[in-house]
């Protein structure tokens, strides 16, 4: 089972940069594709970015494409989400979370972390 821990999320002032963190333990992490999604206030949680285990294939929402970047350093068990030109409409809770199948569906993911809370103010 992988354990994951969210972090860098913080307040920012719109058009600014956040980068925010999922690391994980356990050894099988390099085998697993990596999420992230994200939930505003009263909005069921979507789909923000997925990255695949080696880290050569990757998938937005469009909302975000061309802004947010994900990335993965096997080495040290952790992914990470790149966000540039922040929205406000970007504030929400995000969430890492394994997959074993290539699908932007919440439900074909399993372990999934705390979460770190994202604001963008305007």
């Known amino acids: 089972q992988v354990q994951l821990v969210e972090s860098g999320g913080g307040l920012v002032q719109a058009g600014g940069s956040l980068r925010i963190s999922c690391a994980a333990s356990?050894?099988?992490?390099?085998?697993?594709?990596i999420g992230w999604f994200r939930q505003a206030p009263e909005k069921e949680r979507e789909f923000v970015a997925m990255i695949s285990p080696r880290g050569d294939i990757t998938d937005y929402q469009y909302s975000v494409k061309g802004r947010f970047t994900i990335s993965r350093d096997n080495a040290k068990n952790t992914v990470y989400l790149q966000m540039n030109t922040l929205k406000p409409e970007d504030t929400a809770v995000y969430s890492c979370?394994?997959?074993?199948?290539?699908?932007?569906?919440?439900?074909?993911?399993?372990?999934w972390g705390q979460g770190t809370q994202v604001t963008v103010s305007s």
């Open positions: 356990g050894r099988t992490f390099a085998t697993y594709i």
């Open positions: 979370a394994t997959s074993e199948r290539w699908s932007a569906v919440e439900a074909a993911f399993g372990s």
